[in-house]
């Protein structure tokens, strides 16, 4: 499958994929208080966005023909040296 995740598609998912199963494990060991049904979508969701935030594919966005994904020859000059003074 094509790379079809990136940019700020990317990393909210990969911000919020694990905060959901973190909240959902707290639920588990009754840190905090949800209702069970909660805490096993917080858990499905948060690993749907994990995964796809970390492999950088959706087949929900194949599905409706979305791509936020670019790669790096696909960038203009000025993106590329902000991506790499980002990486170091």
Known sequence: ME?????LDEG?????GPLLLVLS?????GSIRLRPSLTAVAAAVGA????TGLTKTCPA????????????S???????????????
């Not at 494990?25 to 060991?29: D, K, L, T």
């Open 3 to 7: 790379k079809n995740v990136g940019g």
């Open 12 to 16: 909210i998912r990969i911000t919020l």
């Open 25 to 29: 494990v707290a639920s588990m060991r």
């Open 48 to 51: 749907v966005l994990t995964v």
């Open 61 to 72: 966005n194949s599905a409706m023909g979305r791509d936020t994904y670019q790669s790096s």
């Open 74 to 88: 696909e960038l203009s000059e000025e993106a590329r040296e902000v991506r790499e003074r980002a990486l170091q």
